[in-house]
């Protein structure tokens, strides 16, 4: 079964679940449903992102532009299609 099949399985069933099983379904899952990604206080992601932009800045990345990346997925799903 898809990830996407489960979640369509799971939205019907929370939306008529009786309020004793929606509270324990909410309980084993408060912990992660409660904890968010604060991704600026991540010490590791912060430097990485400091790095690819100096990277960028100095000419040792290229950058893409939004039309150069568009392009580019169109003609790898294009390829993917034609291989169906």
Do not use: C, N
């Amino acid at each position: 079964m898809t990830t996407a099949a489960i979640r369509d399985k799971l939205q019907e069933y929370i939306r008529f679940a009786d309020d004793k099983k929606i509270k324990a379904i909410y309980t084993i899952l408060e912990e992660e449903i409660e904890t968010e990604y604060v991704w600026w206080k991540d010490e590791d992601f912060v430097a990485r992102l400091d790095r690819e932009r100096e990277h960028f800045k100095s000419g040792k990345s290229k950058g893409y532009t939004w039309e150069e990346i568009s392009s580019t997925l169109d003609e790898l799903r294009a390829k993917r299609d034609s291989k169906k």
